[in-house]
């Protein structure tokens, strides 16, 4: 009975993950096939001849200098966010002052603010303060989306630190201010690397905001670089999936990283866009 | 200066209004001069004809008038119901199904739910291209895996072809995404089920469905509900999808209001017009962002 129950499961487990892996495995075996093997009629479940054809084409077109714009945006953005979050999240976890119910209240009304709700108004700001075209104004931009977001799970990840232990070092003679930096920033660590860590794939993966913003191809980011890959509706097949490839490549690499809190931080009731 | 800095790393004990100012000043100073303004400053311009790059005039009402009068803006306002509920009913569904299978007791679960957790985590451009590719009409996966099992004969236009098809492919596109989300939120919720529930259930002679129902479901109920609204605002809003699979076609048959917003603002270059769409979903965006936050923080 229980194993008849349990070789379900397997199967069962089995068939989620061939679902949630072959399209994954498609855009690589795709990659690393030749262009004239793409455009065959019939497509081959494993490549006849594995190259790398589609990468050098890729870096041919320039496409590192969108990974590079990507990177740029992302790093600046998510610690900038995250010292900003960091010092917010405190406060409402751990201090007592009037209003702190609406702000935490408005900081999570602007966490679930819809991007399409937004992209208008933040494309006339950055024409307006002419950072437009600019990877400036991204990085101007970004942070309405990752800052309410690493406040909002660094809230959650410092609640749990014992407040016993920072009572311990304000009797010892330590400031608030002291104790959030030497005890509850330290053992909140772990938190805050896998806030910023998603804080930087949400950046990473960002398309309508740089869609309204940038336009030209130097300051294009990956999401827009790719989209440049297709030309006059005949889409490189290759050399887009190559580029999926490396735009998937850290995202994956930082989640499985950063897996194990990710999982914690949704069970205690933070989100993630 | 000294005074401030003073106050900023000696504040008095007990008095933390200071401190907590200083502290959330830089988060919500940015969030109030990047969000809250803009936000009202366009609502402002949808009473006026604003162009891409031409100054505003005050014209009343007018673009909302045009709104009502446009059907294409009604097939939009149908086609986000219509993709929401289904996009965010198969998501629930079969989340909470591999939450189930992922809550047995088999080995390396920490892998499979990584693993599980792949599509998620990818960036939405890349599945959608992905995507693109293996519903292609030319050399297309999905095409060819039906036409060797017998189903079809010749090829489908999965995200061209006219009637419910090409709603139905992004919808597959979406749940695909976004499974994974509502999976990993259900499995903790089953997590913190006690298994002496299911032990007396047993004793009881109750079989696996009551079990389900009666324990399982109003068990994880409040932390699924909270991840399938939180769902509902990003499907609401997916534009990205939207736009890259078709564009809103074929024949206006998948054109959500988020990519009606952006064809009229970018495409058409009528930005007054644009802001007046988003205007006229910001009350259910809000509602919905109200019960969210009421569930969210009664968790708390």
């Known amino acids: ?273 | 200066m000294s005074s401030l800095v003073k106050r900023l790393i000696y504040p008095s004990l007990g008095n933390d209004s200071r401190l907590a100012f200083l502290l959330l000043f830089p988060a919500v100073a940015y969030l109030v001069l990047v969000m809250v303004l803009p936000l009202s400053w366009a609502v402002s311009i949808s009473f006026t004809n604003k162009y891409v790059g031409r100054p505003a005039q005050f014209n009343g009402l007018e673009n909302y008038i045009k709104l009502m009068r446009d059907p294409i803006f009604f097939r939009a306002i149908w086609n986000t119901l219509v993709f929401t509920f289904f996009a965010v009913g198969f998501k629930v569904i079969f989340g909470v199904c591999v939450a189930l299978i992922l809550n047995e007791p088999i080995k390396a679960r920490n892998v499979y739910r990584s693993l599980l957790l792949l599509p998620w985590t990818l960036p939405a451009v890349v599945v959608i291209y992905t995507w693109q590719w293996m519903y292609s009409d030319v050399g297309g996966v999905i095409n060819d895996m039906l036409k060797r099992v017998g189903i079809i004969e010749g090829a489908i236009g999965w995200l061209s072809q006219s009637g419910p098809l090409a709603m139905f492919s992004v919808i597959v596109v979406n749940v695909w995404r976004g499974t994974p989300f509502i999976c990993i939120s259900a499995l903790a919720g089953l997590q913190t089920i006690p298994g002496e529930l299911y032990e007396s259930a047993t004793i009881d002679g109750a079989n696996s469905f009551q079990k389900f129902f009666k324990i399982t479901l109003p068990y994880i109920k409040t932390v699924l509900m909270l991840a399938a609204l939180v769902t509902t605002i990003w499907t609401l809003n997916n534009f990205v999808m939207i736009w890259l699979l078709t564009a809103g076609g074929p024949g206006n048959a998948t054109h959500i209001i988020a990519t009606y917003s952006y064809l009229v603002g970018f495409t058409n270059r009528l930005l007054g017009q644009a802001i007046a769409v988003t205007v006229f979903t910001m009350p259910f965006i809000i509602l919905l962002v109200n019960f969210i936050t009421r569930l969210a923080l009664q968790e708390d």
């Open chain 1, 1 to 273: 009975m229980v194993g008849k129950r349990m070789f379900f499961t397997y199967v069962a487990l089995f068939v989620c993950l061939l679902m949630a892996m072959f399209p994954i495995y498609w855009m690589l075996n795709t990659s690393l096939k030749a262009a004239r093997e793409i455009n065959q009629r019939f497509p081959t479940y494993w490549p006849e001849k594995v190259t790398t054809e589609s990468y050098v084409e890729l870096v041919d077109m320039g496409f590192m200098n969108n990974v590079k714009n990507s990177l740029i945006v992302s790093l600046l953005v998510s610690i900038g966010s995250i010292l900003a979050s960091m010092f917010a999240a405190y406060a409402i976890a751990r201090l007592n002052f009037k209003r702190k119910k609406l702000i935490s209240r408005f900081i999570f009304y602007a966490y679930l603010m819809p991007r399409t709700v937004m992209y208008i108004p933040l494309y006339i700001v950055t024409t307006n303060v002419g950072l437009r075209d600019s990877l400036w104004g991204l990085i101007l931009v970004y942070p309405t989306f990752t800052l309410p977001y690493a406040t909002w799970m660094l809230i959650s990840y410092f609640k749990k630190i014992p407040k016993e232990l920072e009572e311990a070092a304000i009797v010892d003679g330590e400031t608030k201010f002291g104790s959030m930096v030497k005890i509850v920033f330290p053992l909140a660590a772990p938190g805050i690397v896998a806030t910023m860590i998603f804080a930087f794939t949400l950046c990473w993966s960002e398309y309508l905001y740089a869609l309204v913003i940038i336009t030209s191809t130097p300051q294009k980011t990956i999401s827009l670089g790719l989209y440049d890959l297709i030309v006059d509706d005949l889409y490189a097949w290759g050399p887009l999936m190559g580029g999926s490839i490396i735009a998937a490549v850290p995202v994956i690499f930082l989640y499985f990283f950063a897996s194990n809190y990710l999982v914690k931080g949704l069970a205690e009731g933070g989100v993630k866009g």
